[in-house]
Protein backbone atom coordinates (compact mmCIF):
# COMPACT_ATOMS: atom_id res chain seq x y z
CA UNK A 1 0.00 0.00 0.00
CA UNK A 2 1.17 3.42 -1.18
CA UNK A 3 1.49 6.29 1.35
CA UNK A 4 1.59 10.27 0.55
CA UNK A 5 3.68 11.71 2.87
CA UNK A 6 1.70 14.62 4.62
CA UNK A 7 1.69 18.42 4.23
CA UNK A 8 4.15 19.71 7.45
CA UNK A 9 2.66 22.58 8.95
CA UNK A 10 4.56 25.65 9.22
CA UNK A 11 5.29 26.98 12.77
CA UNK A 12 3.65 30.22 14.02
CA UNK A 13 6.72 32.39 13.45
CA UNK A 14 7.61 31.19 10.03
CA UNK A 15 8.60 33.71 8.02
CA UNK A 16 8.52 31.56 4.47
CA UNK A 17 4.43 30.63 5.08
CA UNK A 18 2.74 31.49 2.08
CA UNK A 19 -0.97 31.60 1.62
CA UNK A 20 -1.62 27.97 0.59
CA UNK A 21 0.46 26.43 2.82
CA UNK A 22 -0.74 24.72 5.97
CA UNK A 23 -0.33 26.49 8.84
CA UNK A 24 0.16 25.13 12.64
CA UNK A 25 -3.23 25.65 14.83
CA UNK A 26 -1.07 25.07 18.08
CA UNK A 27 1.54 24.13 19.59
CA UNK A 28 0.20 21.86 22.46
CA UNK A 29 1.46 18.59 20.48
CA UNK A 30 4.35 19.60 21.70
CA UNK A 31 4.61 21.49 24.75
CA UNK A 32 6.03 19.66 27.46
CA UNK A 33 7.11 17.28 25.50
CA UNK A 34 10.89 16.08 24.27
CA UNK A 35 11.29 17.00 20.89
CA UNK A 36 13.97 16.80 18.10
CA UNK A 37 14.65 20.02 15.44
CA UNK A 38 17.04 18.93 12.57
CA UNK A 39 17.87 20.82 9.52
CA UNK A 40 15.36 21.03 6.73
CA UNK A 41 17.02 20.05 3.46
CA UNK A 42 16.30 21.51 -0.04
CA UNK A 43 15.11 17.86 -1.91
CA UNK A 44 12.20 16.21 -3.38
CA UNK A 45 10.43 14.56 -0.51
CA UNK A 46 10.56 10.74 -1.48
CA UNK A 47 9.45 7.68 0.10
CA UNK A 48 10.83 4.02 -0.03
CA UNK A 49 9.44 0.92 0.49
CA UNK A 50 10.55 -2.31 0.06
CA UNK A 51 9.48 -3.08 -3.46
CA UNK A 52 9.49 0.10 -4.80
CA UNK A 53 9.46 4.44 -4.20
CA UNK A 54 7.10 7.92 -5.38
CA UNK A 55 8.18 11.03 -4.49
CA UNK A 56 5.18 12.74 -3.02
CA UNK A 57 2.75 12.34 -5.38
CA UNK A 58 1.92 8.54 -5.39
CA UNK A 59 1.72 8.88 -9.30
CA UNK A 60 5.23 10.30 -9.85
CA UNK A 61 6.99 9.61 -13.11
CA UNK A 62 10.42 9.08 -14.40
CA UNK A 63 13.10 12.32 -13.85
CA UNK A 64 16.67 11.84 -14.42
CA UNK A 65 17.32 13.03 -11.02
CA UNK A 66 15.09 10.24 -9.67
CA UNK A 67 17.41 7.39 -11.48
CA UNK A 68 19.95 7.32 -8.32
CA UNK A 69 17.60 7.18 -5.32
CA UNK A 70 16.15 4.12 -7.76
CA UNK A 71 18.83 2.52 -7.48
CA UNK A 72 19.47 3.00 -3.67
CA UNK A 73 16.28 1.81 -3.10
CA UNK A 74 17.09 -1.72 -5.06
CA UNK A 75 19.43 -1.86 -2.21
CA UNK A 76 17.98 -1.42 0.95
CA UNK A 77 14.58 -2.30 -0.54
CA UNK A 78 14.98 -6.01 0.64
CA UNK A 79 15.50 -5.30 4.06
CA UNK A 80 12.56 -2.87 4.64
CA UNK A 81 9.69 -4.44 6.61
CA UNK A 82 6.68 -5.18 4.94
CA UNK A 83 3.98 -2.70 5.46
CA UNK A 84 6.70 0.12 6.49
CA UNK A 85 7.95 2.75 4.83
CA UNK A 86 11.00 5.74 4.98
CA UNK A 87 10.54 8.96 4.25
CA UNK A 88 13.59 11.53 3.34
CA UNK A 89 14.73 13.65 0.88
CA UNK A 90 16.30 12.85 -2.09
CA UNK A 91 18.74 15.32 -2.68
CA UNK A 92 20.39 14.33 -5.97
CA UNK A 93 19.33 17.54 -7.90
CA UNK A 94 20.57 20.74 -7.23
CA UNK A 95 17.15 22.81 -6.11
CA UNK A 96 17.40 26.31 -4.90
CA UNK A 97 20.30 26.06 -2.44
CA UNK A 98 23.44 24.19 -3.19
CA UNK A 99 25.11 21.18 -1.46
CA UNK A 100 28.78 20.57 -1.51
CA UNK A 101 29.44 18.16 1.18
CA UNK A 102 26.62 15.70 1.33
CA UNK A 103 27.12 12.53 3.12
CA UNK A 104 24.44 11.12 0.93
CA UNK A 105 22.17 12.10 -1.66
CA UNK A 106 19.27 10.85 -0.02
CA UNK A 107 19.01 11.50 4.18
CA UNK A 108 15.98 9.48 6.03
CA UNK A 109 13.99 12.10 8.14
CA UNK A 110 11.44 9.29 9.39
CA UNK A 111 10.14 5.63 9.28
CA UNK A 112 6.89 4.45 9.21
CA UNK A 113 5.22 1.18 10.14
CA UNK A 114 2.14 1.19 8.89
CA UNK A 115 0.19 4.60 10.55
CA UNK A 116 2.82 4.56 13.09
CA UNK A 117 6.22 6.53 12.86
CA UNK A 118 8.93 5.60 15.02
CA UNK A 119 10.21 7.55 17.92
CA UNK A 120 13.64 9.52 16.29
CA UNK A 121 16.67 6.93 18.42
CA UNK A 122 14.41 4.22 16.43
CA UNK A 123 14.54 5.83 13.85
CA UNK A 124 18.19 6.76 13.37
CA UNK A 125 19.08 3.16 14.74
CA UNK A 126 17.28 1.63 11.80
CA UNK A 127 18.24 3.90 9.10
CA UNK A 128 21.83 3.65 10.35
CA UNK A 129 21.34 0.15 9.70
CA UNK A 130 20.45 0.39 5.94
CA UNK A 131 22.70 3.28 5.29
CA UNK A 132 20.53 6.23 5.08
CA UNK A 133 22.01 9.65 6.94
CA UNK A 134 19.79 11.59 8.80
CA UNK A 135 19.63 15.41 8.61
CA UNK A 136 21.69 17.37 11.17
CA UNK A 137 20.82 17.60 14.59
CA UNK A 138 20.40 21.54 15.97
CA UNK A 139 18.57 21.15 19.45
CA UNK A 140 17.21 18.88 21.39
CA UNK A 141 15.75 18.97 24.57
CA UNK A 142 11.77 19.82 26.01
CA UNK A 143 9.75 22.36 23.69
CA UNK A 144 11.02 25.69 24.34
CA UNK A 145 9.16 28.44 22.17
CA UNK A 146 11.93 30.88 22.89
CA UNK A 147 14.70 28.64 22.49
CA UNK A 148 13.75 27.63 19.01
CA UNK A 149 13.59 31.32 18.10
CA UNK A 150 17.04 32.14 19.14
CA UNK A 151 18.29 29.39 16.62
CA UNK A 152 20.33 31.13 14.06
CA UNK A 153 20.50 29.67 10.37
CA UNK A 154 22.80 30.85 7.55
CA UNK A 155 19.68 30.97 5.25
CA UNK A 156 22.12 31.53 2.31
CA UNK A 157 22.79 27.81 2.80
CA UNK A 158 19.78 26.34 5.24
CA UNK A 159 16.41 26.20 4.12
CA UNK A 160 15.29 26.11 7.39
CA UNK A 161 14.41 23.34 10.96
CA UNK A 162 11.80 20.51 11.46
CA UNK A 163 10.78 20.17 14.76
CA UNK A 164 9.05 16.81 15.92
CA UNK A 165 8.30 15.03 19.06
CA UNK A 166 11.26 12.32 20.06
CA UNK A 167 8.38 9.84 20.83
CA UNK A 168 6.56 8.25 17.86
CA UNK A 169 2.89 9.31 16.84
CA UNK A 170 0.27 8.47 14.92
CA UNK A 171 -0.54 9.45 10.74
CA UNK A 172 -3.70 11.03 12.69
CA UNK A 173 -1.30 12.97 15.62
CA UNK A 174 1.28 14.37 13.00
CA UNK A 175 -0.34 17.81 12.51
CA UNK A 176 -0.04 18.24 16.26
CA UNK A 177 3.69 16.61 16.55
CA UNK A 178 5.56 17.78 13.52
CA UNK A 179 5.77 21.64 12.49
CA UNK A 180 8.60 23.44 10.26
CA UNK A 181 10.26 26.68 9.87
CA UNK A 182 10.97 27.90 6.67
CA UNK A 183 13.21 30.86 5.54
CA UNK A 184 12.13 34.07 3.58
CA UNK A 185 11.49 33.23 -0.06
CA UNK A 186 12.82 29.92 -0.31
CA UNK A 187 12.37 28.85 -3.90
CA UNK A 188 15.06 31.27 -5.68
CA UNK A 189 15.82 29.88 -8.76
CA UNK A 190 13.16 30.91 -11.91
CA UNK A 191 12.73 27.92 -13.43
CA UNK A 192 11.40 25.24 -11.86
CA UNK A 193 14.01 22.34 -10.83
CA UNK A 194 12.67 19.86 -12.33
CA UNK A 195 12.50 21.68 -15.96
CA UNK A 196 15.85 22.82 -15.42
CA UNK A 197 19.02 20.94 -16.66
CA UNK A 198 19.79 18.29 -13.75
CA UNK A 199 23.24 19.46 -11.63
CA UNK A 200 23.85 17.01 -9.07
CA UNK A 201 24.77 18.05 -5.88
CA UNK A 202 28.45 17.53 -4.16
CA UNK A 203 29.20 14.90 -1.99
CA UNK A 204 31.55 14.95 1.23
CA UNK A 205 34.19 12.98 2.35
CA UNK A 206 32.46 11.04 4.24
CA UNK A 207 29.77 10.09 1.51
CA UNK A 208 32.25 6.92 0.34
CA UNK A 209 31.57 5.60 4.11
CA UNK A 210 27.84 6.16 3.47
CA UNK A 211 27.45 4.06 0.59
CA UNK A 212 29.42 1.00 1.90
CA UNK A 213 26.68 0.87 4.23
CA UNK A 214 24.14 1.30 1.68
CA UNK A 215 25.36 -1.59 -0.15
CA UNK A 216 27.30 -0.11 -2.85
CA UNK A 217 29.93 -2.01 -3.92
CA UNK A 218 33.22 -0.26 -2.35
CA UNK A 219 35.66 2.06 -4.28
CA UNK A 220 38.63 0.95 -2.56
CA UNK A 221 40.46 4.40 -3.46
CA UNK A 222 37.54 6.70 -2.49
CA UNK A 223 37.29 4.44 1.01
CA UNK A 224 40.94 4.93 1.80
CA UNK A 225 41.06 8.47 0.77
CA UNK A 226 38.08 8.91 3.24
CA UNK A 227 39.97 7.68 6.07
CA UNK A 228 43.22 9.55 5.33
CA UNK A 229 45.62 6.22 3.91
CA UNK A 230 47.11 5.91 0.55
CA UNK A 231 45.65 2.96 -0.47
CA UNK A 232 48.65 0.81 -1.16
CA UNK A 233 50.12 -1.06 1.98
CA UNK A 234 46.66 -0.67 3.03
CA UNK A 235 45.62 -2.50 0.77
CA UNK A 236 48.06 -5.17 -0.01
CA UNK A 237 48.95 -3.65 -3.83
CA UNK A 238 52.46 -4.47 -3.66
CA UNK A 239 54.02 -7.31 -5.11
CA UNK A 240 54.21 -9.61 -1.91
CA UNK A 241 50.67 -9.19 -1.36
CA UNK A 242 49.39 -9.43 -4.44
CA UNK A 243 51.10 -12.53 -4.16
CA UNK A 244 50.24 -13.74 -1.23
CA UNK A 245 45.99 -12.57 -1.87
CA UNK A 246 45.34 -11.62 -4.99
CA UNK A 247 44.98 -7.11 -5.70
CA UNK A 248 43.67 -5.54 -3.41
CA UNK A 249 40.72 -4.88 -5.22
CA UNK A 250 40.07 -8.45 -5.70
CA UNK A 251 40.47 -9.17 -1.78
CA UNK A 252 37.87 -5.97 -0.69
CA UNK A 253 35.70 -7.82 -3.05
CA UNK A 254 35.77 -11.42 -1.78
CA UNK A 255 35.64 -9.81 1.76
CA UNK A 256 32.36 -7.57 0.59
CA UNK A 257 30.85 -10.94 -1.00
CA UNK A 258 31.06 -12.91 1.94
CA UNK A 259 29.80 -10.30 4.55
CA UNK A 260 26.65 -9.81 1.64
CA UNK A 261 26.34 -13.77 2.43
CA UNK A 262 25.84 -12.76 6.10
CA UNK A 263 23.11 -10.33 5.49
CA UNK A 264 25.00 -7.83 7.31
CA UNK A 265 24.28 -4.66 6.58
CA UNK A 266 25.44 -0.19 7.42
CA UNK A 267 28.02 -0.12 10.16
CA UNK A 268 28.76 -4.10 10.04
CA UNK A 269 29.24 -4.19 6.94
CA UNK A 270 31.33 -1.29 6.52
CA UNK A 271 33.19 -2.45 9.04
CA UNK A 272 34.38 -5.13 7.37
CA UNK A 273 35.21 -3.66 4.48
CA UNK A 274 37.29 -0.80 6.18
CA UNK A 275 39.13 -3.85 8.02
CA UNK A 276 39.48 -5.62 4.41
CA UNK A 277 41.20 -2.52 2.96
CA UNK A 278 43.52 -1.41 5.63
CA UNK A 279 44.68 -4.94 7.12
CA UNK A 280 48.11 -4.15 6.70
CA UNK A 281 48.05 -1.40 8.37
CA UNK A 282 48.73 -1.26 12.18
CA UNK A 283 45.52 -1.98 14.51
CA UNK A 284 46.08 1.11 17.26
CA UNK A 285 47.60 3.32 14.88
CA UNK A 286 44.59 2.48 12.27
CA UNK A 287 42.03 2.70 14.90
CA UNK A 288 43.46 6.08 15.93
CA UNK A 289 43.18 7.77 12.52
CA UNK A 290 39.71 6.53 11.83
CA UNK A 291 38.79 7.75 15.04
CA UNK A 292 39.43 11.46 14.59
CA UNK A 293 37.85 11.13 10.66
CA UNK A 294 34.57 10.33 9.36
CA UNK A 295 34.07 6.90 10.54
CA UNK A 296 34.17 7.90 14.16
CA UNK A 297 35.59 6.52 17.30
CA UNK A 298 32.26 3.64 17.72
CA UNK A 299 33.09 2.52 13.83
CA UNK A 300 37.26 2.84 14.25
CA UNK A 301 37.35 0.81 17.32
CA UNK A 302 35.46 -2.06 15.77
CA UNK A 303 37.48 -2.28 12.98
CA UNK A 304 40.65 -2.03 15.31
CA UNK A 305 39.19 -5.40 16.50
CA UNK A 306 38.11 -7.12 13.37
CA UNK A 307 41.72 -5.91 12.34
CA UNK A 308 43.40 -7.83 15.18
CA UNK A 309 41.21 -11.07 15.88
CA UNK A 310 40.47 -12.09 12.35
CA UNK A 311 44.50 -13.74 11.96
CA UNK A 312 42.75 -15.91 15.66
CA UNK A 313 40.31 -17.94 13.52
CA UNK A 314 43.04 -18.95 10.96
CA UNK A 315 44.86 -20.82 13.51
CA UNK A 316 44.30 -24.04 15.15
CA UNK A 317 42.21 -24.21 18.12
CA UNK A 318 41.30 -26.30 21.18
CA UNK A 319 37.52 -27.55 20.91
CA UNK A 320 37.19 -27.97 23.85
CA UNK A 321 37.90 -23.63 24.48
CA UNK A 322 36.01 -22.70 21.08
CA UNK A 323 32.80 -21.99 22.23
CA UNK A 324 33.77 -20.20 25.04
CA UNK A 325 36.19 -18.29 22.88
CA UNK A 326 33.67 -17.75 20.27
CA UNK A 327 31.42 -16.04 22.88
CA UNK A 328 34.20 -13.44 24.05
CA UNK A 329 34.88 -12.09 20.56
CA UNK A 330 31.39 -11.75 20.05
CA UNK A 331 31.60 -8.89 22.81
CA UNK A 332 34.35 -6.88 20.43
CA UNK A 333 32.99 -8.40 17.01
CA UNK A 334 30.79 -9.20 14.96
CA UNK A 335 31.08 -13.02 14.35
CA UNK A 336 29.80 -13.01 10.88
CA UNK A 337 31.86 -10.05 9.93
CA UNK A 338 35.09 -11.52 11.30
CA UNK A 339 34.46 -15.38 9.54
CA UNK A 340 34.16 -13.66 6.71
CA UNK A 341 37.23 -11.21 6.73
CA UNK A 342 39.24 -14.56 8.33
CA UNK A 343 37.89 -16.76 5.38
CA UNK A 344 38.75 -14.09 2.36
CA UNK A 345 42.38 -13.28 3.90
CA UNK A 346 42.94 -16.90 4.90
CA UNK A 347 46.87 -17.91 3.22
CA UNK A 348 46.67 -21.72 2.71
CA UNK A 349 44.03 -24.92 2.94
CA UNK A 350 45.10 -25.30 6.45
CA UNK A 351 43.94 -21.41 7.85
CA UNK A 352 40.89 -22.00 5.26
CA UNK A 353 40.24 -25.20 7.37
CA UNK A 354 40.45 -23.63 10.42
CA UNK A 355 37.56 -20.61 9.44
CA UNK A 356 35.33 -23.47 8.16
CA UNK A 357 35.78 -25.06 11.41
CA UNK A 358 35.36 -22.29 13.43
CA UNK A 359 32.26 -20.70 11.60
CA UNK A 360 30.39 -24.14 11.73
CA UNK A 361 30.70 -24.30 15.60
CA UNK A 362 29.82 -20.50 15.44
CA UNK A 363 26.59 -21.58 13.29
CA UNK A 364 26.04 -25.04 15.67
CA UNK A 365 25.97 -22.40 18.87
CA UNK A 366 23.73 -20.21 17.44
CA UNK A 367 26.27 -17.02 17.23
CA UNK A 368 25.95 -16.42 13.79
CA UNK A 369 22.65 -15.34 13.73
CA UNK A 370 23.14 -11.46 14.23
CA UNK A 371 25.88 -9.27 14.38
CA UNK A 372 25.01 -9.22 18.70
CA UNK A 373 24.08 -12.91 19.77
CA UNK A 374 24.15 -11.86 23.42
CA UNK A 375 21.71 -8.97 22.45
CA UNK A 376 18.41 -10.83 23.57
CA UNK A 377 20.38 -11.86 26.69
CA UNK A 378 21.03 -8.26 27.69
CA UNK A 379 17.97 -7.05 26.73
CA UNK A 380 15.55 -9.29 28.87
CA UNK A 381 18.26 -8.48 31.94
CA UNK A 382 17.58 -4.86 31.63
CA UNK A 383 13.95 -5.29 33.46
CA UNK A 384 14.97 -7.36 36.24
CA UNK A 385 18.33 -5.33 37.22
CA UNK A 386 16.44 -1.95 36.78
CA UNK A 387 16.83 0.72 39.24
CA UNK A 388 20.49 -0.95 40.30
CA UNK A 389 23.13 1.79 39.96
CA UNK A 390 24.94 2.04 36.58
CA UNK A 391 28.25 -0.04 37.95
CA UNK A 392 26.41 -2.92 39.90
CA UNK A 393 24.37 -3.43 36.60
CA UNK A 394 26.97 -3.36 34.50
CA UNK A 395 28.99 -5.75 36.94
CA UNK A 396 26.23 -7.74 36.81
CA UNK A 397 25.66 -7.78 32.80
CA UNK A 398 29.70 -9.08 32.34
CA UNK A 399 29.02 -11.75 35.34
CA UNK A 400 26.29 -12.86 33.14
CA UNK A 401 28.35 -13.25 29.64
CA UNK A 402 31.54 -15.01 31.63
CA UNK A 403 28.99 -17.51 32.23
CA UNK A 404 27.20 -17.63 29.11
CA UNK A 405 30.57 -18.13 28.38
CA UNK A 406 31.64 -20.81 30.21
CA UNK A 407 28.37 -22.75 29.71
CA UNK A 408 26.76 -22.27 33.43
CA UNK A 409 23.64 -20.57 32.04
CA UNK A 410 21.81 -20.56 28.68
CA UNK A 411 21.07 -17.83 26.64
CA UNK A 412 17.14 -18.20 26.83
CA UNK A 413 16.89 -18.42 30.54
CA UNK A 414 16.43 -15.29 32.42
CA UNK A 415 16.59 -16.96 35.60
CA UNK A 416 19.80 -18.22 35.18
CA UNK A 417 21.17 -15.05 34.67
CA UNK A 418 19.88 -13.13 37.52
CA UNK A 419 20.79 -15.82 39.99
CA UNK A 420 24.21 -15.95 38.67
CA UNK A 421 24.86 -12.54 39.18
CA UNK A 422 23.07 -11.94 42.66
CA UNK A 423 26.25 -11.47 44.55
CA UNK A 424 27.15 -8.20 42.90
CA UNK A 425 23.69 -6.54 42.91
CA UNK A 426 24.10 -4.53 46.09
CA UNK A 427 27.41 -2.59 44.27
CA UNK A 428 29.59 -3.20 47.23
CA UNK A 429 32.47 -4.15 45.18
CA UNK A 430 35.70 -1.50 44.35
CA UNK A 431 35.94 -0.12 41.25
CA UNK A 432 39.07 0.40 39.47
CA UNK A 433 39.47 2.54 36.07
CA UNK A 434 42.31 1.69 34.21
CA UNK A 435 43.27 4.04 32.30
CA UNK A 436 45.43 2.46 28.20
CA UNK A 437 47.37 4.68 25.81
CA UNK A 438 50.16 6.04 24.91
CA UNK A 439 52.23 9.27 26.64
CA UNK A 440 50.23 12.10 25.28
CA UNK A 441 47.34 11.21 24.58
CA UNK A 442 45.15 12.71 27.51
CA UNK A 443 45.11 10.07 29.69
CA UNK A 444 45.99 12.02 32.89
CA UNK A 445 43.74 14.81 32.11
CA UNK A 446 40.99 12.80 31.85
CA UNK A 447 41.93 10.58 35.02
CA UNK A 448 41.85 13.40 37.05
CA UNK A 449 38.42 14.56 35.87
CA UNK A 450 36.75 11.94 36.67
CA UNK A 451 34.27 12.56 39.36
CA UNK A 452 33.65 10.77 42.67
CA UNK A 453 37.12 9.12 42.25
CA UNK A 454 38.64 7.86 45.86
CA UNK A 455 42.50 7.11 45.29
CA UNK A 456 44.70 7.90 42.15
CA UNK A 457 47.68 5.68 41.66
CA UNK A 458 49.89 7.41 38.94
CA UNK A 459 53.08 5.91 37.82
CA UNK A 460 54.57 9.49 36.60
CA UNK A 461 54.07 10.67 40.43
CA UNK A 462 56.26 8.14 42.06
CA UNK A 463 58.45 8.35 40.01
CA UNK A 464 58.58 12.74 40.11
CA UNK A 465 58.93 11.37 44.14
CA UNK A 466 61.87 9.75 43.55
CA UNK A 467 63.19 12.46 41.41
CA UNK A 468 61.86 12.83 38.12
CA UNK A 469 59.01 11.54 36.18
CA UNK A 470 60.98 10.74 32.95
CA UNK A 471 63.04 8.73 34.73
CA UNK A 472 62.91 4.85 33.64
CA UNK A 473 65.30 3.69 35.35
CA UNK A 474 64.07 2.51 38.40
CA UNK A 475 60.61 0.85 36.61
CA UNK A 476 61.02 -2.18 38.70
CA UNK A 477 60.69 -0.41 41.92
CA UNK A 478 58.18 2.62 40.64
CA UNK A 479 55.52 -0.48 39.53
CA UNK A 480 55.87 -2.87 42.52
CA UNK A 481 55.16 0.52 44.84
CA UNK A 482 52.25 1.53 42.80
CA UNK A 483 50.78 -2.01 42.79
CA UNK A 484 51.20 -1.81 46.54
CA UNK A 485 48.92 1.30 46.64
CA UNK A 486 46.42 -0.17 44.13
CA UNK A 487 45.77 -3.24 46.71
CA UNK A 488 45.79 -1.13 49.46
CA UNK A 489 43.20 1.10 47.90
CA UNK A 490 40.65 -1.00 46.36
CA UNK A 491 40.66 -3.15 49.57
CA UNK A 492 38.89 0.08 51.08
CA UNK A 493 36.81 0.29 48.76
CA UNK A 494 35.40 3.21 46.57
CA UNK A 495 36.84 3.75 42.80
CA UNK A 496 40.36 3.98 42.07
CA UNK A 497 42.05 4.95 38.87
CA UNK A 498 45.47 3.28 37.82
CA UNK A 499 47.43 6.00 35.80
CA UNK A 500 49.65 4.23 33.74
CA UNK A 501 50.35 3.93 29.79
CA UNK A 502 49.22 0.01 29.80
CA UNK A 503 50.23 -0.68 26.29
CA UNK A 504 49.96 -4.31 26.07
CA UNK A 505 47.95 -7.17 27.73
CA UNK A 506 50.79 -8.09 29.90
CA UNK A 507 51.32 -4.57 31.58
CA UNK A 508 47.57 -4.76 31.91
CA UNK A 509 47.38 -8.00 33.65
CA UNK A 510 49.58 -6.87 36.72
CA UNK A 511 46.89 -4.40 37.56
CA UNK A 512 44.01 -6.54 36.67
CA UNK A 513 45.43 -9.16 38.85
CA UNK A 514 45.53 -7.27 41.49
CA UNK A 515 41.54 -6.15 41.15
CA UNK A 516 40.34 -9.60 40.51
CA UNK A 517 41.97 -10.45 43.93
CA UNK A 518 39.76 -7.78 45.42
CA UNK A 519 36.54 -8.83 43.16
CA UNK A 520 36.94 -5.12 41.80
CA UNK A 521 34.79 -3.84 38.58
CA UNK A 522 37.55 -3.30 36.16
CA UNK A 523 36.87 -0.51 33.70
CA UNK A 524 39.48 0.09 30.75
CA UNK A 525 39.61 3.48 29.33
CA UNK A 526 41.21 3.61 26.17
CA UNK A 527 42.44 6.60 24.94
CA UNK A 528 42.97 6.39 20.79
CA UNK A 529 44.61 9.75 19.35
CA UNK A 530 46.36 9.48 16.07
CA UNK A 531 49.90 9.54 15.75
CA UNK A 532 50.86 13.26 14.52
CA UNK A 533 48.75 14.42 17.20
CA UNK A 534 50.42 12.55 19.89
CA UNK A 535 53.81 13.85 18.17
CA UNK A 536 52.48 17.57 18.55
CA UNK A 537 50.78 17.01 22.12
CA UNK A 538 54.51 15.67 23.26
CA UNK A 539 56.86 18.38 22.16
CA UNK A 540 54.73 20.86 24.28
CA UNK A 541 54.32 19.12 27.58
CA UNK A 542 56.27 20.45 30.82
CA UNK A 543 57.50 16.94 30.94
CA UNK A 544 57.75 15.20 27.66
CA UNK A 545 59.11 11.79 26.68
CA UNK A 546 62.11 11.41 24.19
CA UNK A 547 60.70 11.07 20.67
CA UNK A 548 62.01 7.55 20.63
CA UNK A 549 60.35 6.44 24.01
CA UNK A 550 57.06 7.41 22.28
CA UNK A 551 57.80 6.05 18.67
CA UNK A 552 58.45 2.34 20.99
CA UNK A 553 55.12 3.03 22.61
CA UNK A 554 53.60 3.53 19.43
CA UNK A 555 55.09 0.52 18.18
CA UNK A 556 54.04 -1.96 21.00
CA UNK A 557 50.43 -0.21 21.91
CA UNK A 558 47.42 -2.72 21.62
CA UNK A 559 44.83 -1.87 22.82
CA UNK A 560 42.48 -3.99 24.90
CA UNK A 561 39.60 -5.63 23.04
CA UNK A 562 35.99 -5.40 24.12
CA UNK A 563 35.35 -7.94 26.72
CA UNK A 564 38.52 -8.42 28.27
CA UNK A 565 37.28 -6.20 31.38
CA UNK A 566 33.98 -6.10 33.00
CA UNK A 567 33.30 -2.66 30.64
CA UNK A 568 35.46 -0.47 28.30
CA UNK A 569 35.63 3.33 27.87
CA UNK A 570 36.76 4.99 24.26
CA UNK A 571 38.12 8.34 24.73
CA UNK A 572 39.07 10.45 21.62
CA UNK A 573 41.30 13.35 21.62
CA UNK A 574 38.88 15.82 22.85
CA UNK A 575 38.93 13.79 26.30
CA UNK A 576 35.76 12.57 26.12
CA UNK A 577 34.15 9.00 26.14
CA UNK A 578 32.98 8.62 22.65
CA UNK A 579 32.25 4.61 22.94
CA UNK A 580 31.51 2.33 25.30
CA UNK A 581 31.49 -1.43 25.69
CA UNK A 582 30.27 -4.03 28.19
CA UNK A 583 27.34 -1.52 29.67
CA UNK A 584 23.83 -3.21 30.27
CA UNK A 585 21.79 0.43 29.48
CA UNK A 586 20.70 1.14 25.98
CA UNK A 587 21.14 4.35 24.27
CA UNK A 588 23.59 6.32 21.81
CA UNK A 589 26.85 5.12 22.27
CA UNK A 590 28.51 8.27 23.05
CA UNK A 591 28.86 8.91 26.76
CA UNK A 592 29.62 11.95 28.97
CA UNK A 593 29.84 12.79 32.29
CA UNK A 594 27.68 15.22 33.70
CA UNK A 595 28.38 18.52 35.76
CA UNK A 596 28.52 18.30 39.24
CA UNK A 597 30.39 14.64 39.67
CA UNK A 598 26.87 12.86 38.30
CA UNK A 599 28.59 10.33 36.42
CA UNK A 600 28.86 6.45 36.91
CA UNK A 601 32.37 6.34 37.74
CA UNK A 602 31.50 6.89 41.24
CA UNK A 603 27.94 4.61 41.03
Same mark, same amino acid.
Given at each position: MRTHYPRTPHLPWSPGASADDVRSLGLAGLTGREVVVTEKLDGENTTLYADGLHARSLDSGHHPSRAWVKGLQGRIGPHIPAGWRVCGENLYARHSIPYEDLDSWFYGFSVWDGEQCLDWDRTVRFLRGLGVPVPR??????????????LRLDTARQEGYVVRTAAGFSRADFGRCVAKWVRVGHVQTDTHWMYAEVVPNGLGPAAPLWAVRSGAEPDVAALSAAVGTDGSTATGTTATATAETGTGTDVVAEVTARIDASGRTGDDRLAGVLAAVLRRAPRARTAARLAAGPAGMPLARRV???? !? %???????????????? !? %???MAAAADLGVLHALAGALADGPQARECVEWSALWAEEAGLLGGPDPLEALRTALREPLAGLGAAAADRCWAEARRAFADGRISGSVVEEAVAATWQWRDGSFPRLVQLCGPSGSGKSTFGRGLPGVDAYVSLDDLRGARGSRTDQRANAEVLSAGLDRLDAALARGGTVVWDATSLTDQQRGLAGSVARRRDALVTHAVVLVEEAELVRRNGVRPHPVPPQVLTSQLHRFSPPYAGRAHRTWYVGAGGRVEDTAGTLAPGPSTFTFTAGGGSDAHQ
Open positions: VLWRGTFDERALRRGDLL !G %LYPYLQRPFSDADRRA !G %LVR
